[in-house]
């Protein structure tokens, strides 16, 4: 079964709104998990790296106040898109890590923006 | 820097026909190397992995991948496709120096198998 669980799985928001997504690890207490978005036709690009009860660390080129990450436990993380534009859209996905095994990989939330 | 190349950015094969899927890589010291399998609007599900030992590695859905040191490669494989195992395919290395534990993609082959 899933041990990283993603929610939502898509949602549509007006441009200008903010947009919630939930990573929750259900088998492990995970102090480290990791934020990638994924363009059409394209890999996965690591935005940011979410440490639970800190700063979540941004990869270059990322707007820490549009990518709002929280790590408030050891088995949930969020990311807030603030603001909202239709450049947002895209396939956002969470992972965590069992090192030095493989990574777990949410589900995947599917924003768009109109 | 740690790296991945996926030079295919498709490959297409008949059911029943060996399939390989061609990743290289770059990493400083010796590298922990992954294959991810991702179907349509769906997250990443783990295929098989190489941290040490021996170089041939069985994964899950009868996929394998072989890692070559010397020509710093870990292509996937699979001696007998089959329609469902159409999908993006993604080779991910992670350099176990890097106390950041994050893994780095190569581009991504898509995969197409026709009955």
């Known amino acids: 079964g899933a041990v990283v669980s993603q929610h939502p799985s898509w949602v549509i928001c007006k441009s200008g709104t903010s947009v919630k997504i939930e990573c929750r690890s259900l088998d492990f207490q995970a102090t480290t998990m990791f934020w990638y978005r994924q363009f059409p036709k394209q890999s996965l690009m690591l935005m940011a790296t979410?440490?639970?009860?800190?700063?979540?660390?941004?990869e270059q080129g990322v707007e820490k106040d549009k990518f709002l990450i929280n790590h408030a436990s050891l088995t949930l993380s969020t990311l807030t898109v603030t603001s909202a534009h239709p450049e947002d859209s895209s396939f956002y996905i969470c992972?965590?890590?069992?090192?030095?095994?493989?990574?777990?990989f949410g589900q995947g939330t599917r924003l768009t923006v109109v | 820097a740690q790296s991945v190349a996926q030079p295919e950015d498709q490959v297409n094969v008949a059911e029943g026909n060996p399939l390989t899927v061609k990743c290289t890589y770059s990493?400083?010291?010796?590298?922990?190397l992954f294959w991810y399998v991702q179907y349509p609007n769906r997250g990443l599900q783990f295929l098989l992995k190489y941290i040490t030992g021996d170089n041939l590695v069985k994964g899950s859905y009868g996929f394998e991948a072989e890692f070559n040191k010397s020509q710093t490669s870990f292509h996937l494989k699979k001696p007998s496709a089959l329609v469902s195992d159409s999908a993006l395919y993604f080779c991910?290395?992670?350099?176990?120096?890097?106390?950041?534990?994050?893994?780095?993609f190569g581009g991504g082959t898509r995969l197409m198998v026709k009955p």
């Open positions: 992972s965590r890590s069992r090192y030095p095994l493989a990574a777990f």
């Open positions: 991910a290395v992670r350099d176990p120096r890097n106390a950041g534990n994050m893994l780095t």
């Open positions: 979410s440490n639970e009860g800190s700063k979540a660390t941004y």
């Open positions: 990493v400083s010291g010796n590298p922990y």
